[in-house]
């Protein structure tokens, strides 16, 4: 629970940031979205109020997982299953499980400086609604900063035909996310290339191993899967994995 809360805490801020702010009517009653059409202010009914918030929520998934690790680590996973020739184990559902764990266990001091440095001190009155956002986009992008490389953020500013900043803090958030998702793309291939080069050398060897014995018609992959398996467990793969996989995120500063 300790690591659930300050997860959902970051979720709800994040979803607070993506939505137009909260307005009051006059007579009381929340009003979450209006219309502008450039003399009157109209709003829109609470049902299509509901059902836009609805859609909204929709999006909150896709969004949590672009903006954290998790896209670096289902792509190591998925490579890992395609280099020990394995086609349907460990499950897609296995695979995605455990990067949402790991990506819980890596975002958790980003997380948790969300929860201490925005939500309590807004649930005390201590600051504004607007002040705690900030800062959790402050939090929030300095981690994702921390892992994006300059080349991507120099693709997508150029992309957006606009100059990079001095200070990188002050980066647009449209900005930063693809750059971010790029970067984590292109570490996930460079680290699921290491991670199959060694068990490309056990199909070259059986492979070679076959066609000097003349056995030709015997797939290499049926009897290279075995080894494969075999390695992997002795060198307690699982564990050099999630090593490696948590190791790789490079630390955001903090408070």
Do not use: H
């Not at 997860?7 to 009653?29: F, R, S, T």
Request: proline share 5%; hydrophobic share 55%.
């Amino acid at each position: 629970m300790k690591l659930i809360k300050p997860a959902l805490v970051c979720a709800l801020l994040l979803l607070a940031c993506l939505l137009p702010q909260w307005a009051v009517a006059a007579n009381g009653e929340i009003s979450l979205f209006s219309l502008n059409d450039g003399e009157n202010g109209q709003e829109l009914s609470i049902k299509l109020q509901i059902l836009v918030m609805m859609t909204l929520l929709g999006f909150l998934p896709a969004m949590l997982m672009m903006m954290t690790s998790f896209t670096r680590f289902i792509i190591v996973l998925a490579i890992l299953r395609q280099a020990l020739g394995l086609q349907q184990s460990p499950p897609n559902q296995i695979l995605i499980g455990i990067a949402l764990c790991l990506t819980m266990l890596v975002m958790r001091p980003v997380w948790q400086e969300v929860y201490n440095d925005a939500y309590q001190p807004f649930q005390n009155d201590q600051i504004t609604m607007d002040q705690g956002l900030d800062v959790a986009k402050k939090s929030i992008s300095g981690f994702m900063l921390a892992q994006t490389n300059k080349a991507s953020l120099e693709t997508m500013v150029a992309l957006a035909n606009e100059k990079m900043p001095e200070n990188l803090d002050e980066l647009d958030f449209s900005l930063l996310l693809p750059a971010f998702v790029l970067s984590e793309v292109k570490a996930a291939f460079q680290l699921g290339f290491m991670i199959f080069l060694p068990f490309l050398v056990i199909d070259l060897v059986v492979a070679s191993v076959l066609m000097a014995m003349g056995m030709m018609m015997l797939s290499p992959m049926m009897i290279s899967l075995p080894f494969k398996l075999m390695v992997f467990v002795l060198v307690d793969g699982w564990a050099l994995l999630m090593g490696t996989l948590a190791s790789s995120i490079q630390p955001f500063g903090g408070s």
